[in-house]
């Protein structure tokens, strides 16, 4: 019954949050947990039966297409871009990909942002949307500082979506959006094509019209644009793991917690890997390592009694013997930490050698 579903991915700016990472290869090919960021959504929609995904980037989607088109025939599913030539906020990328996104079949399309982690209830949305008949359907998820965001005002039973309100000083509610969208067709002749918010400016009529709903994401969320975020992320990811697909966790005497490890990686003797730690392709963790909270990217190699924690390791970097790196240390693309040197919230631009300590937070050229 469902017809040639299609799926817009904003995609957008240059991943500046999460640089040095995004020096190396543009944000939404990060990995996150062992596969591009990317990849975890494109797969949902895969699996409910989008057939084609239009990613909404306004740079460098030659890396983009080229990556992805090993996916496309993996997954049978058509990945294509549309380019801003200029950035267009988060409601211009759809108006700039219209014909792309509307066929004869009248379907809705999904919208989802490329920074956003969670189970992905896309099947329930669907069956949500077609029960409300209304113009677009978004999903929430209640977090507990909602002074931070902007948060949905909704009629609970219904989920009528009543007003939005930005960074409330006063409490109105928990609910925030939480960047998965499902949108009818007309909604693209709502939108011009300039630089417009799809949150400040087009949803908003639609409420004032009631045809907008809200459905409470189930499980958790995140979203993953940022460091910080990226490690919480991480935690919230393997903890939904562990309950719905334990069997890709590692078992064994080193794991503690929930642990992500690539079949390829190989792993010393008396070392201590865990909670929330995930090891790419090609890694090579020496004996005596301890890891905790972090992410050891591809061909990372990690020394003998090193010790990582609330850190991302990025891509052929080395950990030297006896280092310490911890407290939201980034390292880019091979980065080489010296024997007995201590990281505290170092981050590393691509290609360094790291020879004397770092003692407080600092970006290291």
């Not at 596969?35 to 890396?63: D, F, R």
């Amino acid at each position: 019954e469902h017809f040639r579903m299609k799926a817009l991915i904003l995609v957008g700016g240059f991943g500046t949050r999460l640089r040095p990472l995004t020096l190396s290869v543009p944000k939404p090919l990060v990995e996150f947990a062992n596969k591009p960021m990317i990849l975890h959504q494109i797969e949902a929609l895969k699996a409910i039966g989008v057939s084609e995904v239009v990613l909404a980037i306004n740079y460098q989607p030659e890396v983009m297409l080229n990556f992805l088109k090993d996916f496309e025939t993996k997954l049978g599913i058509t990945i294509t871009c549309s380019q801003e030539t200029e950035p267009l906020g988060t409601a211009g990328p759809l108006a700039l990909a219209r014909d792309k996104l509307i066929d004869d079949s009248g379907e809705p399309f999904f919208v989802l942002n490329s920074d956003v982690i969670s189970e992905y209830p896309l099947k329930q949305m669907i069956e949500f949307h077609k029960s409300h008949g209304g113009e677009a359907s978004i999903m929430v998820t209640k977090v507990d500082e909602p002074s931070k965001y902007g948060v949905v005002v909704m009629e609970e039973s219904t989920g009528e979506v009543e007003r939005f309100v930005e960074k409330p000083k006063l409490f109105v509610g928990n609910k925030i959006n939480a960047g998965i969208y499902l949108l009818n067709p007309s909604v693209l002749d709502r939108i011009e094509l300039r630089p417009t918010s799809i949150e400040k400016e087009v949803f908003p009529k639609i409420a004032a019209e009631k045809m907008l709903f809200a459905m409470v994401l189930p499980g958790f969320w995140m979203d993953i644009g940022q460091p910080k975020d990226y490690i919480t992320g991480l935690r919230l990811y393997l903890d939904s793991l562990r309950k719905n697909a334990s069997s890709k966790l590692a078992t064994g005497a080193h794991f503690v917690g929930n642990v992500l490890v690539d079949e390829s990686a190989k792993i010393g003797e008396g070392c201590l890997i865990g909670p929330d730690v995930a090891i790419g392709p090609g890694c090579v963790i020496e004996s005596g390592v301890r890891l905790s909270r972090c992410t050891v990217m591809r061909g990372v190699r990690i020394k003998k009694h090193a010790c990582v924690s609330g850190s991302i390791i990025g891509w052929h970097s080395t950990v030297g013997q006896w280092a310490r790196v911890e407290n939201m240390t980034i390292l880019g693309e091979d980065v080489h930490v010296c024997d007995e040197i201590y990281s505290n919230g170092g981050v590393v631009l691509p290609h360094k050698e790291i020879k004397s300590s770092i003692l407080k937070p600092e970006i290291v050229m």
